[in-house]
DNA sequence: CGCATTCCCTACCTGTTGATCAGTAGATCA
DNA sequence: TGATCTACTGATCAACAGGTAGGGAATGCG
């Protein structure tokens, strides 16, 4: 029961394999599992949220206790924090931010983009719906994330949106009082379509679901002025 | 300190009142006290979330013991059943489904008194966004009130878009594929109001916030095809 | 080979939370 | 006047939570 008949595993076991491999393996362990500690934590954060999500939970799902965790997030709070760093590279960074952000010659296909990548990510989406609510709350420890993230956030949508229409959208709205709108239709249609998914890869629920990329495009026309497909399809 | 003091209160004070005044007067106590913790537990999901809440934290800012409140709620989860219901009554029962809810010429008024009215009762919204958040994690007890909830918003806003553009919205989209947009927008518009506030009551941000009913505005414009005041204002 | 580092565990502590149990004081009622 | 109901309180509990202390095994390094 006692940790016990761990001292023979390693000078019996293993003769052919070089030193060199081994030391790559042990050198790759540490990032290795940190790794799977993020990806854990990210999962139990959208099944739980953050205050309700365990460090025990988390630990037990890559397969170290909780104290083993500690080991390389000493507090629960740091987890949150990287989890949050990988979630922008994963997300935004990828598509809002990007330096090729300019290199389409529709910006907003970008984002059509974004929303499309986002529908196939329903866990990624659930953490950050989930800490989205929880942020508003008192001294969230992803407060200032949130509060950061809308600033900068709508500075870009302004910056798409000023490049696609200039100083003025076809109705007359300047590109800085659309950007809030933008940003709100992505994140309020996610709530939506969390609750009641509707979409490419679901079928059956009646229609009474959200299509999460449709709508987003439906939301775009709106902005151009124009519907596209709203007849037919 | 203990309960003294009170038994010579009932024969000898207020010999002009009525039995019946008495009597009801003691009936009224358990319902105005039921009150009172639902009023308080409004407040701390709006600082705290429902995970964060705490039976001890709501009855503390009552004045009573937490095993006095759970005399009138048996378990934490009743007592949020009843906070939801009764916010129900204030904002979705007293705008979206009221039944003077054709009466006006222009139907989506409704809605932007709803936004605006939602913009001077902060702590509702924080309520009400912190739970939304929560609500799509796994096995949340207020998920499914969520899941009914916007089946039942999305139907009464394609009911209004229908009353108020029939078929087809200006931009050939239809009111059922709006209404989900109409609603992300508003849910969204809080989250961004939340985190930056702007508006009537506050000056001096910088502009880096959301003036949440002005936003409201602009998007029904979206709808509507032409901006009423974007230049000027 | 000895030493440091990395990785992870056992043991433990402290605090919190929702909930139960039993009981008390006053009001109501027969 | 006694029975009963309402509105609580105090004591207590089991279950967890995050975090600390310290140690041990495997590995890399000189």
Redesign the interface.
């Known amino acids: 029961m006692t940790g016990t008949g761990h001292n023979t595993r390693k000078d019996a076991a293993e003769p052919g394999v070089s030193g060199r491999e081994q030391r790559s393996r042990h050198r790759a362990r540490g990032e290795e599992r940190r790794g799977e500690i993020l990806g854990a934590a990210l999962e139990v954060i959208?099944?739980?949220?953050y205050?309700?999500a365990t460090l025990g939970t988390v630990a037990e799902r890559v397969g170290i206790t909780q104290q083993g965790l500690l080991h390389y997030f000493p507090t629960k709070e740091s987890l949150l924090v990287e989890v949050l760093r990988i979630r922008d590279d994963w997300d935004t960074g990828g598509a809002l931010s990007r330096k090729d952000f300019g290199d389409s010659p529709w910006p907003l296909a970008n984002l059509e983009t974004l929303v499309e990548y986002n529908a196939m990510r329903r866990g990624v989406v659930?953490t950050f719906?989930?800490?989205?609510?929880?942020?508003?709350?008192?001294d969230h420890p992803a407060?200032e994330y949130?509060?950061d993230r809308?600033?900068w956030a709508?500075a870009g949508a302004e910056a798409t949106l000023r490049r696609e229409f200039g100083d003025r959208l076809p109705?007359?709205?300047?590109p800085e009082?659309?950007a809030?709108?933008l940003?709100?239709?992505?994140?309020?249609?996610q709530?939506?379509w969390?609750?009641?998914p509707a979409g490419a890869d679901d079928n059956g629920t009646g229609g009474?679901g959200?299509d999460m990329s449709?709508?987003f495009r439906?939301?775009l026309?709106?902005?151009y002025?124009?519907?596209r497909d709203?007849?037919g399809n």
Do not use: C, K, W
Request: net charge negative; glycine share 12%.
């Open positions: 959208a099944e739980r949220g205050r309700g659930q719906s989930a800490l989205l609510g929880e942020s508003v709350t008192e407060g949130f509060h809308y600033r709508r109705n007359g709205l300047t009082r659309a809030p709108l940003i709100a239709v992505m994140d309020g249609l709530f939506q969390l609750h009641e009474a959200v449709r709508a439906d939301f026309d709106l902005l002025g124009t519907s709203a007849d």
